[in-house]
């Protein structure tokens, strides 16, 4: 898993590539954590246009941030989700939880 982090304004920006899988944890949570606490940080966008592979390790560590998130007034959305992965996240109904932007800027918001 490679990750890259960007702060623009009120928005934090979590970019993973290659792999997001249970061996990911550790650095995914070292990531996060600062950012739930930071009262500036009002959005959290993960970006995951450039994933190859996704397990259900990695969706319960997503549906973690969400929870964690809302518990800090902080709104979750996906960005940049490939096809293969809106599928398995549709499958799950994670689709319910999350706002899911498409790359063709489709917006999937079935959260309610």
Do not use: C, H, W
């Not at 993973?16 to 930071?38: M, T, V």
């Not at 007034?73 to 498409?102: E, Q, Y």
């Amino acid at each position: 898993m490679t990750i890259q982090t960007q702060i623009q304004g009120d928005t934090f920006r979590i970019t993973i590539r290659d792999r997001f899988d249970s061996s990911s944890y550790q650095e995914f949570k070292s990531i996060i954590e600062p950012i739930l606490a930071n009262k500036s940080i009002q959005t959290i966008s993960v970006d995951i246009s450039s994933l190859d592979y996704m397990d259900s390790a990695a969706l319960g560590m997503l549906m973690l941030l969400d929870e964690k998130a809302a518990a800090s007034r902080k709104v979750v959305s996906l960005i940049s989700v490939p096809g293969r992965v809106a599928d398995i996240l549709k499958t799950a109904n994670a689709d319910k939880l999350f706002s899911i932007n498409l790359p063709n800027g489709i917006k999937l918001d079935l959260r309610k």
